[in-house]
């Protein structure tokens, strides 16, 4: 069972109460003070949808424009997702993340599983796991606000 990117020890943290610019520009320092930024065209930022609306409602500061503007925050790519946890929001290096599978996806199919009402049962396996090969060049603010 794959624990979660931000349930490994050793990523960074940036404090995600009332979430501004600032702290934004936290994430980058975070990660490159590390000394594992080691793709700039790998790093970019994933939140939730909601995340993503209040960054976008935000200013980075006066007159300057919203904090998450398009598909970018920061020069770097920002993307949403529902499978990020509520209020999060995590930035680093993606290239890191390594993503390992075992065998090939299997395919089982059977046509008995509910004979009487017409359906087939089909079933995937696929064996895989996640892993960071730098914790460190990835950090994470929780309980944005």
């Known amino acids: ?3 979660g990117l931000i349930n490994v ?3 960074g943290s940036v404090t995600g109460t009332s979430l501004a610019w ?3 520009l936290e994430f980058e320092e975070d990660v490159s003070g590390a000394n594992v930024l080691l793709n700039d065209e790998a790093f970019g930022y994933l939140a939730t949808p909601a995340v993503r609306k209040l960054l976008k409602f935000r200013e980075r ?5 919203p904090i998450w503007d398009g598909k970018m925050m920061n ?3 920002a993307l949403a997702s529902l499978n990020v946890p509520t209020a999060t929001l995590i ?6 993340l390594v993503i390992a599978t075992w065998g090939v996806l299997e395919l089982r199919v059977n046509p008995y599983a509910a004979f009487k009402s017409g359906i087939v049962g089909v079933q995937s396996i696929l064996s895989l796991d996640v892993g960071l090969r730098y914790p460190a060049a990835f950090s994470v603010a929780v309980s944005i606000t």
């Open 91 to 96: 930035a680093g290096d993606w290239s890191q």
């Open 22 to 24: 600032d702290d934004i």
């Open 1 to 3: 069972q794959p624990q």
């Open 75 to 77: 020069g770097y790519p």
């Open 9 to 11: 020890a050793g990523i």
């Open 61 to 65: 500061f006066t007159g300057a424009g």
